[in-house]
């Protein structure tokens, strides 16, 4: 069974807002709504640009796209995608938050518990998540994004009588929308270009393990080479070893032979009859 929020012990008081946008922006504006929530504001959430929550979208899903970069509309993140989220935040800036998953079983942390972090606490129910805050409920999908519906004000009714207030309304909402554009091609530019020092960063290692290759080839070859050059040492060593032998074998055979010829000279000179 579910925590009631009312009188739960990590957002009390707060109730469970499902998150508007698509079935995957629901996970960052989930995390936005908890993590830009305070007791004070009991309205609904603001995505103008500029906001608290609007901020805390736009930096989500600017990690999002950096560390997980999932773009399938209907793709649902998952428990894991949102603390590899929470955790890119936490290296990134200094607020730390400590992500909080809601079960209906119970309700857990998903990551290493920092008691110094503010708490997140986040569910999934109907394939969208929810996040508790202290938001009024007005913050639930219209089957467009919170984002293109603030644009959406400032578009001219096809009804309007009034041409030249139509036109300005179209210029201020080209103008916002312009700026939107200009914002997330800051962000996605900047992405580019850490992506690009990490790539070059890649290719410097990799240019680094191959040297060591190559020098570690060069040194099997040497070894290779003092090997060889033992083993015909080795022979060498052995058939002087086998001549030394055969050497000495000759020198055994010649003493054989000399000593009864020796014996028997001697022999005879002791029997001869010498003169004097």
Same mark, same amino acid.
């Given at each position: 069974?579910?925590?009631?929020? @009312? ?5 009390? =008081?707060? &109730? !469970? ?11 960052? %504006? ?8 305070h007791?004070?504001?009991? =309205?609904? $959430? ?10 805390? !979208? ?10 997980? =970069? !999932?773009?399938?509309?209907? %793709?649902l ?7 590899? #989220?929470?955790r890119?935040?936490?290296? +990134? %800036? ?31 129910? @109907?394939? +969208?998540?929810?996040?508790?805050? !202290? ?20 578009? $001219? ?11 300005t ?28 020092? +990490?790539?070059?960063?890649?290719e ?36 002087? #070893? ?17 000593? $009864?010829? &020796? ?6 000179a ?7």
């Open positions: 069974m579910s925590i009631d929020p @009312n009188t739960n012990d990590y957002v009390p =008081g707060g &109730t !469970y807002v499902c998150a508007p946008g698509n079935t995957r922006e629901s996970g960052t %504006y989930a995390l936005a709504m908890a993590m830009a929530t007791k004070e504001n009991t =309205g609904p $959430p603001d995505w103008s640009p500029d906001t608290l929550e609007r901020r805390y !979208y736009d930096a989500l899903e600017a990690l999002q796209a950096q560390y997980i =970069g !999932y773009e399938d509309k209907n %793709y993140l998952t428990e894991g995608d949102l603390v590899d #989220i929470i890119s935040w936490s290296k +990134r %800036y200094r607020d730390k938050y400590q992500l909080y998953i809601d079960d209906y079983a119970d309700i857990y942390t998903a990551d290493e518990f920092d008691p110094s972090a503010k708490i997140v606490l986040v569910r999934c129910i @109907n394939n +969208r998540w929810e996040a508790c805050c !202290y938001f009024d409920g007005a913050g639930k999908t219209t089957g467009i994004s919170p984002v293109d519906q603030v644009a959406a004000r400032y578009m $001219p009714s096809k009804s309007s009588a009034d041409k030249n207030q139509a036109q309304q179209e210029n201020a909402a080209h103008k916002d929308t312009t700026n939107n554009v200009n914002g997330m091609s800051e962000a996605v530019n900047a992405i580019l270009s850490r992506m690009e020092e +990490r790539c070059a960063s890649m410097t290692h990799l240019d680094t393990f191959e040297k060591h290759i190559n020098t570690l080839e060069g040194l099997c070859v040497a070894l290779h080479k003092h090997i060889n050059l033992l083993e015909e040492a080795g022979q060498t060593l052995k058939r002087s #070893i086998n001549n030394v032998e055969s050497d000495s074998g000759s020198v055994n055979e010649s003493e054989n032979v000399l000593t $009864p010829n &020796t014996l028997r000279a001697v022999s005879d002791d029997s001869a009859d010498f003169p004097w």
